[in-house]
C-alpha cells in the first residue's frame, strides 16, 4: 500500500515539475511558482516514504543515503525529508492566501 502510495507521489511531483516549466514558459508566475512549491512538497514527502519502506534516500543527484546506512544518518534524510515539506507547505500556504 505504501509503494503504491510512493508511486503516486513520485508521479505528482513529476507532473508539478512539467506544470512549472510549462507556466514559466508561458509566463504565467503565480502558477509556475505554485507547482514548483508543490513539486518540493511531494518530493519531500517521498524521502519520507523511502525512509518508511527503508529504500535508499536520494537527496540530490549525486547524493544518496543507502538503505544499509547507520540508523542516525537515514534518521537525517528523514529530518531533511520533513523539513522540507513542512517548509514548502508554509510558504504554499503563504502564496495561495495573497
Known amino acids: 500500500m505504501i509503494k503504491k ?33 508543490l513539486f518540493l512538497t511531494f518530493w519531500g514527502l517521498d524521502k519520507c516514504l523511502a525512509w518508511q519502506l527503508g529504500e535508499k534516500i536520494g537527496i540530490a543527484s549525486m547524493l544518496a543515503i543507502p538503505s544499509d546506512a547507520h540508523k542516525n544518518i537515514r534518521l537525517l534524510g528523514l529530518l531533511i525529508g520533513f523539513f522540507l515539506t ?13
Open 5 to 37: 502510495f510512493k508511486s503516486v507521489i513520485f508521479a505528482l511531483a513529476l507532473l508539478c515539475i512539467v506544470l512549472f516549466f510549462t507556466f514559466h514558459y508561458l509566463d504565467k508566475n503565480y502558477e509556475s511558482l505554485v507547482s514548483i512549491y
Open 86 to 98: 513542512f517548509y514548502i507547505i508554509n510558504h504554499l500556504i503563504a502564496q495561495i492566501s495573497t
